[in-house]
């Protein structure tokens, strides 16, 4: 059994991120996905050691459905809510990657994809910042606030066992009032 750990979950570990000690149970519905079948894993953060590369399953889906901090667990409110690596990608390019992008979106709006980390606090972003090195090399961190509106995209993973789909993690997308005109001459073209 993996013993309890001295780091603190939230302050030295993002309360996001898997532990050793945190197994994958197998698919069940699950309430952060609205009952859909969704991929489980036990809760028991600081077990183990902290999976630094590996978002824990159910707290993943949490910090999108619900909009908690990564970092902190804690809500995040509309007016601080920061993203650090997001891609822009037009609505275009999520459909044509099997996106399920809401029908009133055009292909040339521009979105603000942050994958699978819902927007921090702007005091975590700092101190995760401060404190990852990762980070602060990375020539992807552009600080930046999150958008008011958003979708979330569900990832899906095939049953092993029979020919369901469950949702492992969820995608969380920006939506911009911006259009990228590159893309439109592209499509009509
Ligand atoms: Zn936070």
Not at 16 to 30: F, H, K, L, T
Not at 97 to 115: K, P, S
Not at 153 to 175: H, M, N, R, Y
């Amino acid at each position: 059994m993996p013993g309890p750990s001295k780091l603190v979950v939230g302050v030295d570990v993002p309360w996001v991120m898997s532990w050793s000690g945190e197994a994958i149970i197998g698919a069940a519905p699950c309430r952060t996905v609205g009952g859909r079948l969704a991929l489980m894993q036990a809760s028991d953060p600081g077990s183990g050691k902290p999976q630094y590369s590996k978002n824990h399953l159910v707290r993943q889906r949490l910090t999108i459905a619900r909009m908690l901090c990564p970092m902190c667990g804690e809500p995040t409110k509309e007016n601080d809510r920061w993203t650090q690596i997001a891609a822009r990608r037009c609505a275009g390019q999520l459909r044509a990657r099997g996106g399920q992008v809401r029908a009133d979106i055009a292909d040339d709006r521009v979105m603000i994809d942050a994958g699978s980390i819902a927007p921090l606090h702007r005091r975590c972003v700092d101190r995760s910042m401060k404190y990852c090195p990762h980070l602060r090399a990375s020539d992807d961190v552009m600080v930046m606030r999150f958008p008011r509106e958003w979708l979330v995209l569900p990832l899906l993973v095939k049953s092993e066992t029979g020919d369901g789909v469950a949702v492992a993690f969820l995608q969380l997308c920006g939506i911009t009032q911006t259009i990228d005109r590159r893309w439109r001459t592209e499509t009509t073209a």
